[in-house]
Each structure stands twice: as structure tokens, then as C-alpha cells.
Nanobody, 118 residues
Framework: QVRLVESGGGLVQPGGSLRLSCAAS????????MAWYRQAPGKQRDMVAH???????HYADSVQARFTISRDNAKNTVYLQMISLRPEDTAVYYC????????????WGQGTQVTVSS
């Protein structure tokens, strides 16, 4: 079945950096818009960044200029480079894939925890 597997989360001090990865299997990766969402305890899941099939990116205001989303179609992987991390970035980060022609065809990863704390 389709799998999205996130990795790269962990504990980091404020001001630090992390790079998340999401490896996809059993999908035609270059046909999917890829996105990162996050969910903090007691809050809704919010979009962090997304990247289209042709590489156009969009970011939530709260992460603009600090986070960078990218994709490697040859590796079926999407990345989220995060710098200048803040305690309010603490959340479970989820990878999402949405088919570019059929949006009802979409998948989620299991999530990876990012904790920003001193």
C-alpha cells in the first residue's frame, strides 16, 4: 500500500535547525502535490508549506523565511528544512500527498515529533 514515512524530528534548542524528510512509496510521486502540516497539543492541524508538482512553493506566514520545502522526484522524497526554530514550532509534523488531478486521492504519513526547548 501507499506509504509516507517521515524522519528527522527530534529535540532542538531555540534558534536551532532540523531537516525533516518524507519518503513516499507506491505512488507516482511527481504527480502529487506534497505538503507538510503540523499539529501542536490541543490545536488543529495546520498547513506549514506545500510544493506543487512543478516546484512552486507556498508557506504559512508563521514560517516564511525560516522554513524551506523542497522535493527530489528521483528519490520520491520531500524535505522541510527548518532554521531559527522557536518553541512555538513544537508539534507533530505530518507529510501529506495530494494527487494533482484528483484531490480526493490523498495520503498522510504517521508524523514525526519536533520539540523546540532549552
Amino acid at each position: 500500500q501507499v506509504r509516507l514515512v517521515e524522519s528527522g524530528g527530534g529535540l532542538v534548542q531555540p534558534g536551532g535547525s532540523l531537516r525533516l524528510s518524507c519518503a513516499a512509496s507506491r505512488i507516482i510521486f511527481n504527480l502529487y502535490r506534497m505538503a507538510w502540516y503540523r499539529q501542536a497539543p490541543g490545536k488543529q492541524r495546520d498547513m506549514v508549506a506545500h510544493i506543487s508538482t512543478d516546484g512552486v512553493t507556498h508557506y504559512a506566514d508563521s514560517v516564511q523565511a525560516r522554513f524551506t520545502i523542497s522535493r527530489d522526484n528521483a528519490k520520491n522524497t520531500v524535505y522541510l528544512q527548518m532554521i531559527s526554530l522557536r518553541p512555538e514550532d513544537t508539534a507533530v509534523y505530518y507529510c501529506n500527498a495530494v494527487h494533482s488531478q484528483w484531490p480526493n486521492v490523498n495520503y498522510w504519513g504517521q508524523g514525526t515529533q519536533v520539540t523546540v526547548s532549552s
